[in-house]
C-alpha cells in the first residue's frame, strides 16, 4: 500500500490537469482552467512524504471547506505550494503546506511574522 502511494505521489508530476468549473451565478462557465504540473526531475523526494514530512495533497482536495487544489506550484524545504480556487468566490490563491516537524512550524510562524511586517508596512 505504502508503495502504491510513493507511486501515486510519483505519476503527480506525469498529469496535464483541467479544472471545469459548474457555472456561476450570472450563468456563465469561468474559463478551463489548464496548468502544467512540475516535471520528475521538479519533484520533492517520495519519501519524505512521512510523519513530520511533507502532508499528502491530491488534485481536487478541499482545504477549510474552501480552498479546491488545482495543482501544485512549487516546494521549497520545508514546504509544498498549491494553487487553489477559492470555492465561493471563483478567485485562485496560493496554499502553503508546511512540513509538520517542530522546527518547521517554528520556521513558518517566523515566515508569517515577517510576511505581517510587510503587509503593514504596505498599508502605512
Not at 42 to 54: F, H, K, N, V
Not at 59 to 78: E, Q, S, T
Request: glycine share 8%; aromatic share 6%.
Amino acid at each position: 500500500e505504502e508503495k502504491e502511494k510513493k507511486e501515486e505521489i510519483e505519476d503527480m508530476g506525469n498529469e496535464k490537469v483541467e479544472d471545469e468549473d459548474e457555472d456561476d451565478e450570472s450563468g456563465d462557465s469561468d474559463e478551463e482552467d489548464e496548468v502544467m504540473v512540475l516535471d520528475d526531475d521538479e519533484q520533492e523526494d517520495p519519501e519524505d512524504y512521512t510523519i513530520g514530512g511533507y502532508h499528502p495533497v491530491s488534485i481536487g482536495d478541499v482545504f477549510n471547506g474552501k480552498y479546491r487544489v488545482i495543482c501544485k506550484l512549487g516546494f521549497g524545504v520545508f514546504s509544498t505550494v498549491w494553487l487553489c480556487k477559492e470555492t465561493d468566490k471563483k478567485r485562485r490563491i496560493a496554499l502553503k503546506i508546511v512540513k509538520s516537524a517542530e522546527n518547521y512550524t517554528q520556521s513558518a510562524n517566523d515566515e508569517i511574522t515577517i510576511l505581517q511586517c510587510i503587509r503593514g508596512a504596505d498599508s502605512a
